[in-house]
């Protein structure tokens, strides 16, 4: 077990990104434990309103995630100071992920639909770092030979073929499949290669008049999102919560 850790972790310098992706992960754990309590109105914990405004959680993220960031970048990816700055860091990303609807749609839509955004961006990112600590590299750079590493003309290459596939799964709608691909090439390759979601740029400029393909990427768009519509949100829900419901208005009423 040391020889690996020192192997995989120490030598190449992965402990700072170790210790930022358990920092980040837990503080958005805590955060959300947190946020659930004071929205059942249990446990000690309450809102920061100072003066009547609502201080939110991401404003001492954002503090944190530059104090860290700056500091990762000055202090390397070895010794005690990498690890403190890795560790602020990682906290102040959680915080201010675990807001990133708030921030997208500029509204408190915490508790709302909208808000299931901040948890799909929190689990997207521990799952691209965990990527990148197992060894995968961006745009599968690590995929590349020896001979390939030194002739410039096939590293080029690489990074060119695989950025196109990422770009294409992007176009046509499939953005996790875009995202993991810059460190999977395979995946982004089949998302390259399916068709379309039906609302995409992709399907939009391509599919305008191809009645046939436009009508497949509808119907297999609707399977998937009955399949799998119903785990995403208990999952979702299960980490973050479930969002508020909103009432019905009165029969007869709109």
């Known amino acids: 077990m040391g020889h690996w850790w020192h192997e995989n972790i120490a030598e190449p310098g992965k402990l700072p ?23 059942a109105g249990k446990g000690p914990f309450r809102n920061i309103a100072p003066g009547g405004v609502h201080i939110h959680h991401v404003v001492p993220g954002v503090v944190l995630s530059v104090v860290g960031g700056f500091g990762a970048v000055a202090s390397g990816r070895h ?4 690890g403190v700055f890795a560790v602020i860091f990682g906290v102040g990303a959680g915080l201010v ?33 965990l990527l990148v600590l197992a060894g995968f590299s961006p745009l599968g750079v690590d995929d590349v030979t020896d001979e390939e590493q030194q002739g410039r003309l096939g590293l080029i290459a690489t990074y060119v073929i695989n950025f196109c596939f990422v770009l294409i799964s992007l176009f046509k709608g499939k953005l996790r499949m875009a995202v993991l691909g810059t460190l999977v090439p395979f995946v982004a390759l089949v998302g390259a290669i399916r068709l379309a979601r039906p609302t995409s740029l992709w399907a939009r400029r391509f599919y305008r008049h191809r009645h046939r393909a436009r009508s497949r990427a509808m119907l297999r768009a609707y399977h998937h999102d009955v399949r799998w519509a119903g785990p995403r949100r208990k999952f979702q829900d299960l980490i973050g919560g479930a969002p508020d419901r909103v009432p019905l208005p009165p029969a007869g009423k709109s």
């Open 97 to 129: 992920l675990d807001e990133f609807a708030l921030i997208l749609h500029l509204d408190d839509v915490y508790w709302t639909e909208e808000g299931r955004q901040s948890v799909e961006v929190v689990v997207l990112t521990a799952s691209l770092v």
């Open 79 to 82: 010794g005690v100071a990498a």
């Open 17 to 39: 990104l170790l210790l930022a992706l358990a920092a980040f992960v837990l503080t958005f754990a805590i955060t959300r434990t947190i946020t659930r309590m004071i929205r």
